[in-house]
C-alpha cells in the first residue's frame, strides 16, 4: 500500500512561487512507476502538472511547463512541486499521486492541499 | 491536446439501480488508453478501470468499463449507497494526458 501526504501554504499571492511537499509511505522504489501533480481548480475538472521519475526524468504539462519544477529527495521519500508567477487562475486543490510508468495514470492519490492564490 | 467530455454532468438514481457513465474524446484515443476515477467528498481519487475496461486491484466487479476509439463508458451495474460520487475519466493515449470534468452520481 502507498500513502501521499501533501502539505503546504493555504494562501498565497500573485507573482509569487508555491512550493508543495509530497511524502510517500510505502514503497517508493520500485521501477516502473513515477511521481505526479495533478490540480483541480474550484468547480472545474482536473489538471495535469507533470511527473518525475526516480532518477529525475521530469514530464511537465506543456500548457504549464515555463512555470513548473517538480523535484525529488530519494532519500526522504519525497517530492515536491514549484509554481512560479502565480495568478489567482492558479487557485485549486493540487494532488500528488502515483503514476504507472510515466504517469500514463495514477494509483494512488493524496486527499489534496488547497492552494488560494489572493492579494 | 484531447478534450474530454463527460455526460451527464448530474446522474440521479436509486440504490440497486445501474449508472451509465459517457466519456467521449474530441480526438482518437490510441489503445484504448482511458481510465476511469471515483472521487468521494474530501476523499482523494480512486482508480477503478484502467486500458478502458481492466479492474484495477480491490475494484468491485460491479464496476466496468468498456469503449475504443473516441467513446468511452463506465457502467456500474447496481449502486451501492458508497457508490454515490463523483467519477472522471483519463486518457493516457496522447500527452498531455487529460481528464473530463467529472459525472456526479447522486441518490434520487
Known amino acids: 500500500q502507498v500513502r501521499l501526504q501533501e502539505s503546504g501554504p493555504g494562501l498565497m499571492k500573485p507573482s509569487e512561487t508555491l512550493s508543495l511537499t509530497c511524502v510517500v509511505s510505502?514503497?517508493?522504489?520500485?521501477?516502473?512507476?513515477?511521481w505526479g501533480w495533478i490540480r483541480q481548480p474550484p468547480g472545474k475538472g482536473l489538471e495535469w502538472i507533470g511527473n518525475i521519475y526516480h532518477g529525475g526524468s521530469t514530464f511537465y504539462n506543456p500548457s504549464l511547463q515555463s512555470r513548473v519544477t517538480i523535484s525529488i529527495d530519494t532519500s526522504n521519500k519525497r517530492f515536491s512541486l514549484n509554481l512560479n508567477s502565480l495568478t489567482a487562475a492558479d487557485t485549486a486543490i493540487y494532488y500528488c499521486?502515483?503514476?504507472?510508468?510515466?504517469?500514463?495514470?495514477?494509483?494512488?492519490w493524496g486527499r489534496g492541499s488547497l492552494v488560494t492564490v489572493s492579494s | 491536446e484531447i478534450v474530454l467530455t463527460q455526460s451527464p454532468g448530474t446522474l440521479s438514481l436509486s440504490p440497486g439501480e445501474r449508472a451509465t457513465l459517457s466519456c467521449r474524446a474530441s480526438?482518437?484515443?490510441?489503445?484504448?488508453?482511458m481510465t476511469w476515477y471515483q472521487q468521494r467528498p474530501g476523499e482523494a481519487p480512486r482508480l477503478l478501470i484502467y486500458g478502458a475496461s481492466i479492474r484495477a486491484t480491490g475494484i468491485p466487479d460491479r464496476f466496468s468499463g468498456s469503449g475504443s476509439g473516441t467513446d468511452f463508458t463506465l457502467t456500474i451495474s447496481r449502486l451501492e449507497p458508497e457508490d454515490f460520487a463523483v467519477y472522471f475519466c483519463?486518457?493516457?493515449?496522447?500527452?498531455?494526458?487529460?481528464f473530463g470534468q467529472g459525472t456526479k452520481v447522486e441518490i434520487k
Open positions: 483519463q486518457q493516457y493515449g496522447d500527452s498531455p494526458r487529460t
Open positions: 480526438h482518437y484515443v490510441t489503445g484504448s488508453y
Open positions: 510505502g514503497d517508493f522504489v520500485t521501477t516502473g512507476y513515477s
Open positions: 499521486a502515483r503514476g504507472v510508468g510515466s504517469g500514463r495514470y495514477f494509483d494512488f
